[in-house]
């Protein structure tokens, strides 16, 4: 069994870009109302639009329930942390917790805010 998280999010295109560069991945699907991020063809994140007329999913949620993601973390871990800190910062992500060790997973952590509001943790050694 492998995780497929998907999350709604208000511009599929310019959430995508903003993934592919915090986390160094690549578009497996591409387009204005859904989109697969993957590594290596290993897919890590799908992002499907709010306003999609012709594909909603009942159980997705809705727009206008704010905020987006509560209680959700998106965790991404990653070999180079050092280089997905570096390019969070050239992103201008907006950050929650600066760059620590957490003694409990015994790696380091970087806590963010994605554009859409969702909390995002990439974390790696």
Partial sequence: MRP???????????SSRWYQRLLD???????RTYERLVVKDELILQLHSWEDPDDQHEHMGRADAKPW?????????TDDF??????????????LEEPHENPNAGHREIWLRDPDGYVVVVAGN
């Avoid at 497929?4 to 310019?14: E, F, N």
């Avoid at 991945?25 to 387009?31: I, P, V």
């Fill in 4 to 14: 497929q998280p998907l999350i709604a999010v208000s511009d599929v295109k310019a």
């Fill in 25 to 31: 991945c690549e578009s497996g699907h591409g387009g």
């Fill in 69 to 77: 993601g509560n209680g959700v973390l998106l965790w991404f871990e």
């Fill in 82 to 95: 050092d280089a997905a800190v570096a390019r969070a910062r050239a992103l201008g992500a907006k950050v």
